[in-house]
Each structure stands twice: as structure tokens, then as C-alpha cells.
T-cell receptor, first 115, second 117 residues
Framework: DAGVIQSPRHEVTEMGQEVTLRCKPI?????LFWYRQTMMRGLELLIY????????DSGMPEDRFSAKMPNASFSTLKIQPSEPRDSAVYFC?????????????FGEGSWLTVV | AQKVTQAQTEISVVEKEDVTLDCVYE???????LFWYKQPPSGELVFLIR??????QNEISGRYSWNFQKSTSSFNFTITASQVVDSAVYFC??????????????FGEGTQLTVNP
């Protein structure tokens, strides 16, 4: 079975540009998560969806960040305009049920560099 | 609030040594789940194990073993006869029950394990 698929794997962009990260969760999973990993803050949850509905976006750092899940098999995380401090690895993850403790599986990450 | 602490930032061992990675957690939930993930140099996060709060039985999987002790709020991970391929960052994580629905992970800071030949 395919795992969580993220694109692009690597992106280098200039400050001020729009960045869109994409994610396809594991088929049959109905919870989707976006995490960010930095050296300073470690792994932090940005937002998560259940059944395509955003449940908690309190981790989204600023209004420059937005996330959507138009259907069960696709989600985007957009940064507009991007800034150098947004440079990080962005992980998408999914899990099967809306129940505490179900295993969350991660994609390979999108490595973003904003110069 | 949930919290996971991995006090060991870096550990360096020689191949074939045993190594234990410590994890201490804080939660007010009576039902919770603990996880370990591995992040090799290639960057992906690989799921290793999940353990619920009602099951304190230790688990062994090949060279990996996990010791869950509720009394000390610890969930330690031991690699026996370490190998160079075990070199990675290892994260301990806690799943919290949310009022709205669903679950999310709170991660520790990670332990960088280096196994030298």
C-alpha cells in the first residue's frame, strides 16, 4: 500500500513568493495532520483535519499560512508570502480513525528553503 | 498540558553495544498512547511502536525492546547489539485525547543516536 505522499520533496524559493505544499493521505484514513520541524522548535503540529474538516488550526503560526482539504485524498498547505523563517521540513501525516491513539503515519516531508 | 521529555540530546556508541533511549512524559489523561518514531538521515519519520496506557507489558521486536513504567511515567527504548544502520534521531511521542475529536501527537525533542563502526 502507498504511504502518505508529499510534494514537492524539496523547494527553494525567494522571500515573498507563494509556496504550496501538497499531500495525499493513505487511502481510508480520515484524519490528516500537517507538522513542521525546525531545529529550534522541533516537531510541532500546525493543523489537523477530520473527515476533511479543519478541527484545530491553533498551531498555524500566522495568517500567511493556510491549509485546505477539498476531498479525502488531497490537502494543501500554502504560505503566502513566504519568509526566510518559514524554512523547515513540513510533514503531512494521516491516521485511520477519529480515535485517540491510532497510529499516525508520516510522509517523507517537504524540505522548504526560503532565501 | 501534555509534555514529553527526552533528556538525552545525543548518544554515541560503538557497534554491538546496547543502548537505551529515555522518555518521560506528563499527562492528566487516564487513557493515552505512547509512540516511538525513527528519523534516519534521509529525513522521513518511521513509526516503530505504539503502546496504550493500560498495557504495561514490555515488548520486544528483534533487537528493539520497550519498557513502559506507568509509575515513573517512562517509556524507554533499548536497542540491543546496535548497528550502524540504527544511527538516526529517535522521537518519543504522546497521543492526547481531545474534546473535539481525533488525536494528535506531542513529540519529545528527539535523541540523536550515532553508532560508530
Amino acid at each position: 500500500d502507498a504511504g502518505v505522499i508529499q510534494s514537492p520533496r524539496h523547494e527553494v524559493t525567494e522571500m515573498g513568493q507563494e509556496v504550496t505544499l501538497r499531500c495525499k493521505p493513505i487511502s481510508g484514513h480520515n484524519s490528516l495532520f500537517w507538522y513542521r520541524q525546525t531545529m529550534m522548535r522541533g516537531l510541532e503540529l500546525l493543523i489537523y483535519f477530520n473527515n476533511n474538516v479543519p478541527i484545530d488550526d491553533s498551531g498555524m503560526p500566522e495568517d500567511r499560512f493556510s491549509a485546505k482539504m477539498p476531498n479525502a485524498s488531497f490537502s494543501t498547505l500554502k504560505i503566502q508570502p513566504s519568509e526566510p523563517r518559514d524554512s523547515a521540513v513540513y510533514f503531512c501525516a494521516s491516521s485511520r480513525q477519529v480515535v485517540s491513539g491510532n497510529t499516525i503515519y508520516f510522509g517523507e516531508g517537504s524540505w522548504l528553503t526560503v532565501v | 498540558a501534555q509534555k514529553v521529555t527526552q533528556a538525552q540530546t545525543e548518544i554515541s556508541v560503538v557497534e554491538k553495544e546496547d543502548v537505551t533511549l529515555d522518555c518521560v512524559y506528563e499527562t492528566r489523561d487516564t487513557t493515552y498512547y505512547l509512540f516511538w518514531y525513527k528519523q534516519p538521515p534521509s529525513g522521513e519519520l518511521v513509526f516503530l511502536i505504539r503502546r496504550n496506557s493500560f498495557d504495561e507489558q514490555n515488548e520486544i521486536s528483534g533487537r528493539y525492546s520497550w519498557n513502559f513504567q506507568k509509575s515513573t511515567s517512562s517509556f524507554n527504548f533499548t536497542i540491543t547489539a546496535s548497528q550502524v544502520v540504527d544511527s538516526a534521531v529517535y522521537f518519543c511521542a504522546l497521543s492526547e485525547a481531545l474534546e473535539t475529536s481525533g488525536s494528535r501527537l506531542t513529540f519529545g525533542e528527539g535523541t540523536q543516536l550515532t553508532v560508530n563502526p
